[in-house]
């Protein structure tokens, strides 16, 4: 699968990100989002999610786990798996139901136990006074 590597000055150049994402993903895809604690994970997936018409507020999942939106044409499902306590929960959270339907966005994936192989994602790494985002998967949403 093609990988390319994009730095990211600051916020606005996160929020861009997020939006050239947006306009490229369709219900079924999954966006797995890594990086350690404050690389910018939940921000891309705020900005990603407003661009797909998300509007009000959107809460980190960080404490329910997962949190549904419904954004005409698409329903989005964003995940934030870091209080995971194992592998095990993620039936009851309705995450395999939603993977393959919805638009998935998911951090802190390494709690998963298998990866959906057609899945997009993103590694978020400080650099600088920014952060380098490190894309790799489907050629429709890497190469553009």
Known sequence: MP???IHLP?????DALGESLASRLQNGDTVLLSGDLGAGKSHLARATMRALGVT???PSPTYTLVQ?????????LHAD???????????ELGLDDA???????????????TKPTDAFTIHLVPSGD????TLSGPERLVLK
């Open 3 to 5: 990988n390319r590597s």
């Open 10 to 14: 600051n916020a606005a150049a996160t």
């Open 56 to 58: 009000g507020d959107i």
């Open 68 to 76: 549904t939106y419904p954004a005409s044409p698409h329903e989005i």
């Open 81 to 91: 798996l870091y209080r995971l306590g194992d592998a095990s929960e993620l039936a």
């Open 99 to 113: 993977i393959g339907r919805c638009i998935c966005l998911i951090e802190w994936p390494d709690r998963l136990d």
């Open 130 to 133: 920014g952060r380098t985002a």
